[in-house]
């Protein structure tokens, strides 16, 4: 079975920056596609930003020119770094992968808490 490990998050005051890293184990597939997704109380878990295999990125605009995705050389991992903060960025932020394959997956991580605050 596919495991997500993630690390990362914490608190922070606005204008800080975080940075959030997943790692994938055990996949029998290439993985397609690793991103970010975040859900905060009482809102429905939205995507923050995405990346395929081949480095193509895309992002919620609501974190486009703060945050950046990037694949790591060994393709399972994935990282998000998070600058200029603000306290509407605080929410449980999710690891997702998936291998593109409607047989496999979506995978997810088990969640790491972001506070934006004072």
């Known amino acids: 079975q596919v495991q997500l490990v993630q690390s990362g998050g914490g608190l922070v005051q606005p204008g800080g920056s975080l940075r959030l890293s997943c790692v994938a184990f055990?996949?029998?597939?290439?993985?397609?596609?690793m991103g970010w997704y975040r859900q905060a109380p009482g809102k429905p878990r939205e995507l923050v930003a995405d990346v395929t295999s081949r480095g193509t990125t895309n992002y919620a605009d609501a974190v486009k020119g703060r945050f950046t995705i990037s694949r790591e050389n060994d393709k399972n991992t994935v990282r998000l770094q998070m600058n200029s903060l603000k306290p509407e960025d605080t929410a449980v932020y999710y690891c997702n992968a998936d291998t593109g394959r409607y047989e496999d997956g979506p995978y997810w991580g088990l969640g790491t808490q972001v506070t934006v605050s004072e």
């Open positions: 055990g996949s029998p597939f290439s993985i397609n596609v």
